[in-house]
T-cell receptor, first 113, second 115 residues
Framework: GESVGLHLPTLSVQEGDNSIINCAYSNSASDYFIWYKQESGKGPQFIIDIRSNMDKRQGQRVTVLLNKTVKHLSLQIAATQPGDSAVYFCAENRNNQGGKLIFGQGTELSVKP | DAGVIQSPRHEVTEMGQEVTLRCKPISGHNSLFWYRQTMMRGLELLIYFNNNVPIDDSGMPEDRFSAKMPNASFSTLKIQPSEPRDSAVYFC?????????????FGSGTRLTVV
C-alpha cells in the first residue's frame, strides 16, 4: 500500500525580507558543508559551501554560518526574491569518502510577492 | 557545457519489469554518483564510481539494483525486477575528485513510477 510521505519544514517569507534556513548535522568529522537549492523538476543546484575550519562565508546575497560547538549550519538569504522559492538542502562531505555527500531533510522556502 | 545528462526524464513501468536509467557525466569528471530521492527518505546515495570503478555501493538497497560504468562517459542503473516501492526520482551527479562542492553537478533526474 501507499506510505504517507513526510512534510518538509516550510519557511514562508515576504519578498524583500531576509530568510534564514537552519540545519543540524551529526558528524563532527565532516570536512565541508554545502547548501543546495532544488527547484521543482530539477536536480539540486550548488549555492555555497564552507570548510569545517571556517565559521562564516559570504556569497552573492547568501551567507553560510557554521557553529561547530552545537553542530549547526545556517543559510541566510538577503532580500529574498520569488525566484528563491525552492527546497533547500544542507549536505556534508568527508574527503576520505571520496566526495560522498550526506544530505539533510530539506526546507521548503516559499516567497510571497 | 551540457551538464550531466540523464535519460529518460520520466519512466512508468509495471511491477516486475526491468528498468534501466542512464547517465552521461560531464566530460572530464571522473567521479560519478547515483542518488535516489523520496519524500520518506530524502536524498540517498546509492553508489559512486571513481575512474569507472565502483567505490562504495553500500547504499544500493538490494540485489535487484545494479549499476555499471563501462566507460568514462556513460553509466547505467538497473532495477530488475522493479517494485512499486522503487518509485522515486533518481539523480546522477558527477565531479572531479576532491574538487570541492562547486564542482559537483547533478543531472535533472529520472522520475520512476512503478505501478
Amino acid at each position: 500500500g501507499e506510505s504517507v510521505g513526510l512534510h518538509l519544514p516550510t519557511l514562508s517569507v515576504q519578498e524583500g525580507d531576509n530568510s534564514i534556513i537552519n540545519c543540524a548535522y551529526s558528524n563532527s568529522a565532516s570536512d565541508y558543508f554545502i547548501w543546495y537549492k532544488q527547484e521543482s523538476g530539477k536536480g539540486p543546484q550548488f549555492i555555497i559551501d564552507i570548510r569545517s575550519n571556517m565559521d562564516k562565508r559570504q556569497g552573492q546575497r547568501v551567507t553560510v554560518l557554521l557553529n561547530k560547538t552545537v553542530k549547526h549550519l545556517s543559510l541566510q538569504i538577503a532580500a529574498t526574491q520569488p525566484g528563491d522559492s525552492a527546497v533547500y538542502f544542507c549536505a556534508e562531505n568527508r574527503n576520505n569518502q571520496g566526495g560522498k555527500l550526506i544530505f539533510g531533510q530539506g526546507t521548503e522556502l516559499s516567497v510571497k510577492p | 557545457d551540457a551538464g550531466v545528462i540523464q535519460s529518460p526524464r520520466h519512466e512508468v513501468t509495471e511491477m516486475g519489469q526491468e528498468v534501466t536509467l542512464r547517465c552521461k557525466p560531464i566530460s572530464g569528471h571522473n567521479s560519478l554518483f547515483w542518488y535516489r530521492q523520496t519524500m520518506m527518505r530524502g536524498l540517498e546515495l546509492l553508489i559512486y564510481f571513481n575512474n569507472n570503478v565502483p567505490i562504495d555501493d553500500s547504499g544500493m538497497p538490494e540485489d535487484r539494483f545494479s549499476a555499471k560504468m563501462p566507460n568514462a562517459s556513460f553509466s547505467t542503473l538497473k532495477i530488475q525486477p522493479s517494485e512499486p516501492r522503487d518509485s522515486a526520482v533518481y539523480f546522477c551527479a558527477s565531479s572531479l575528485p576532491f574538487s570541492g562542492a562547486d564542482g559537483y553537478t547533478f543531472g535533472s533526474g529520472t522520475r520512476l513510477t512503478v505501478v
